[in-house]
Every structure is written in structure tokens, then in C-alpha cells.
């Protein structure tokens, strides 16, 4: 018998705003595709919902695949917590990989600010956890996670994202 360990990946990071807020700009296309690599994500909020995050013309322009990212939802309460398989097109290695498991959960703290973490499930996949954990700089498509999320925060506390 064989017996995997899991190996997951937690993010936590605390933003100033409602929720709700915090929610709309994960799951909402027009705001999503605002912050981080700028290419929307788009969600059917609903178990067996579809998960897509198609490339931009852009990204496609630099030899990016159309297809970034998809998956399926697995659970949705919103505004607190989504569930879902997440499968990466960026190489041949991260499609051998398959789909892996993400989850969000927010959770309302003192002061108006919402706790996100994001637990990324990358057992059996080390090129996901590579690309998603990546200390590579931002200019060579690094950043990972962390930069995302960083980036969905500066979003939501100053109306301003990356470039």
C-alpha cells in the first residue's frame, strides 16, 4: 500500500474591507481581472460550477496557452468560504499534474477587516506548488500567491493595483 502525505500550501493576509467586498473581488470577473495578472477568473458559483481563467490577448500575444486555468467548484457559501479544483495550463508539467484543490475562507475580524486564507492542496504536484509559491521575479511571471493576494489587498485598501 501507498500511502501520499498531503502537502498543502496556506496563505493568510488581512484586508481592510467588508466580507462581502473581499468576496465580489475574487469571484466577480470585473474586478478579479483588476489585481494580480490581470486576467479575469471566471466562477459558476455553485457545487459542479465551471472555473475558467482564460488568457489574455496579451498573454497570448507572449506565447501564453488560452486556457490559464480551470476547474470546478466544489462547495459555495458565500460571502465566508469556496471550494474548488484548480488545474494550470502554464507548462506541459503542470497539466501531467492534474487538478489540485483550493480553498478560500474569509472571515469577518474587528475593525472592519476581513481574514482571507487560501490552502492550496499541491500533493503529487511540485511544479503547481513552484509556480504558485514562486520567489521568482514578477517580470518573469513569478509572484505566486503571495503577490495575488497582495496585490487583491492594495486593490481593495487603495482603489490601485499592479500594472
Given amino acids: 500500500m501507498t500511502t501520499t502525505d498531503r502537502k498543502t500550501t ?5 484586508i481592510y474591507a467588508p466580507m462581502q467586498q473581499v468576496w465580489d473581488a475574487i469571484c466577480d470577473p470585473t474586478i478579479n481581472g483588476q489585481y494580480g495578472y490581470h486576467a479575469p477568473s471566471n466562477y459558476e ?8 481563467v482564460p488568457a489574455t490577448p496579451e498573454m497570448q ?21 469556496l471550494e474548488q479544483t484548480w488545474r494550470a495550463f502554464f507548462s506541459p508539467d503542470t497539466v501531467a499534474e492534474g487538478f489540485t484543490h483550493l480553498l478560500w475562507e474569509l472571515t469577518e475580524e474587528l475593525g472592519g477587516m476581513t481574514r482571507l486564507t487560501v ?21 518573469e511571471g513569478g509572484g505566486g500567491w503571495a503577490w495575488i493576494l497582495s496585490d487583491l489587498k492594495t486593490l481593495l485598501e487603495t482603489g490601485q493595483a499592479s500594472q
Fill in 61 to 81: 500575444a507572449h506565447g501564453a496557452p488560452a486556457m490559464l486555468i480551470d476547474g470546478e467548484v466544489i462547495a459555495c457559501d458565500p460571502p465566508s468560504r
Fill in 119 to 139: 490552502t492550496h492542496d499541491v500533493t503529487d504536484a511540485p511544479n503547481i506548488e513552484g509556480a504558485t509559491t514562486s520567489d521568482t521575479k514578477l517580470h
Fill in 45 to 52: 458559483l455553485r457545487p459542479g460550477g465551471a472555473y475558467a
Fill in 10 to 14: 496556506v496563505h493568510r493576509i488581512y
